[in-house]
């Protein structure tokens, strides 16, 4: 099959038709690129819709007050959105390299499946001159039109008159309208006379139809100004009267905040006049509490006081009954009679009857000192005279009962 396509030239023709469409292409956008060259280096009376574009809407930026900050960046933009029969320019260019890189990928792709089927050393060479031959060509024609600088260009142009000639004018206009008014009154004064002075009928044509158009220009840039004019006295009475709304809602915004502040003020009033009754009525029952307390531990003092004074006389009575039967039941060293002991016994238990409470709390301090005095007695049992058994038992009697 590759042999067949070798031996009727269809390699040959498809490079050469490939080299072609890109040729015709590159032309194409050479054409259009020429075009808006010509077109951007007239701005003023330009008719190409896109410039045109271009113009309103800088114009119309101005007229809005809006203003263009980076215009480079406005005109990269619209540069960028120019289109040819529905395609961008970019699309254009995109294509023409596109075909150039076929042509370089088929050579050489061709060339190694050619070998391989041995379809012939010329044809091989010829195909690839062919395909050679249509590469360099669109490259030089590439080179030879120079897109870029063409570009290039028409962006310098764009960029010199919006920036150096529609943007003063527009700021003069909107600052001055008299002074622009009166420019182009004495423009056409000048016309007039240069029609006057023309020679030709047709010339004079020509040039009073340029004075009507003039004139009918300047009849509208009047109107246009007039309108300009009412629309800022328009736009000045409402910044006005915008203005004077704002004052008022300002001062009332300001009313409503010093009263927002009052009440807040008299809320904190009210707090604080609580909190401090509370505080006092707080201090109030704290001082209630201690009083209450000090004269409940003050209470507990006395009556500790009391206790304390009545265990102490008991204390004391205990010590005057212990002391007094120590006395009493002291053993006699000298000559110890019975009497002697039973009238010690008879004070001993008429002792006893001073209190039953006394004698009640007393039985365990009683039985230490009973046994206390017991082994006094045996200790100072030497030193007494010898006692009947008769004595001893009477003695034993009398303490039992007492301690009983």
């Not at 009475?237 to 001062?251: G, M, S, T, W």
């Not at 017991?374 to 049992?381: G, I």
Request: charged share 35%; with cysteine.
């Amino acid at each position: 099959m590759l042999q067949n396509l070798y031996d009727n030239n269809i390699v040959i023709y498809t490079f050469a038709g490939l080299g072609g469409f890109g040729l015709l292409l590159r032309l194409i956008v050479n054409l259009v690129y020429k075009h808006l060259m010509k077109e951007s280096d007239q701005l003023g009376e330009t008719k190409n819709k896109m410039l045109k574009h271009i113009k309103l809407k800088f114009s119309t930026c101005y007229k809005l007050k809006i203003g263009v900050n980076n215009v480079d960046t406005f005109v990269d933009k619209n540069l960028l959105k120019y289109r040819f029969c529905g395609l961008l320019l970019s699309t254009w260019e995109n294509l023409c390299g596109q075909v150039l890189y076929l042509i370089l990928l088929m050579v050489p792709i061709i060339t190694v499946f050619a070998v391989l089927e041995d379809c012939g050393q010329d044809q091989i060479l010829m195909t690839g001159t062919v395909g050679i031959l249509s590469a360099a060509v669109l490259i030089l024609v590439d080179k030879s039109i120079n897109l870029p600088g063409k570009k290039k260009v028409i962006r310098l142009n764009l960029l010199d008159y919006l920036e150096n000639f529609c943007k003063v004018r527009l700021e003069q206009e909107t600052a001055n309208p008299e002074l622009i008014e009166q420019y182009r009154r004495e423009y056409f004064q000048v016309a007039e006379l240069h029609n006057k002075k023309a020679k030709s009928g047709v010339f004079r044509d020509k040039r009073s139809e340029t004075a009507a158009a003039l004139e009918t220009e300047a009849d509208s840039t009047r109107d246009e100004l007039s309108r300009r004019r009412e629309a800022k006295l328009r736009k000045q009475e409402e910044k006005r009267l915008q203005a004077a709304r704002r004052e008022e809602e300002q001062r009332r915004l300001q009313e409503q905040r010093r009263a927002e502040e009052q009440r807040r003020l008299e809320e904190r009033r009210e707090q604080a006049a609580r909190r401090r009754e509370e505080e006092r009525l707080k201090l109030e029952e704290e001082r209630e509490a201690l009083e209450a307390r000090r004269a409940q531990l003050k209470k507990k003092a006395e009556q500790k006081h009391t206790v304390k004074e009545e265990k102490q006389k008991q204390q004391e009575e205990k010590e005057l009954i212990l002391h007094s039967m120590e006395e009493d039941l002291k053993p006699v060293r000298n000559h110890s009679s019975m009497e002697d002991i039973l009238q010690g016994a008879e004070e001993i238990a008429a002792a006893q009857e001073l209190g039953t409470k006394a004698r009640t709390e007393l039985k365990g301090e009683q039985e230490k000192l009973e046994s206390s005095r017991l082994a006094k007695s045996q200790a100072d049992k030497p030193k007494l005279h010898t006692m009947d058994p008769q004595e001893e038992k009477l003695i034993e009697d009398v303490l039992r009962e007492f301690f009983a």
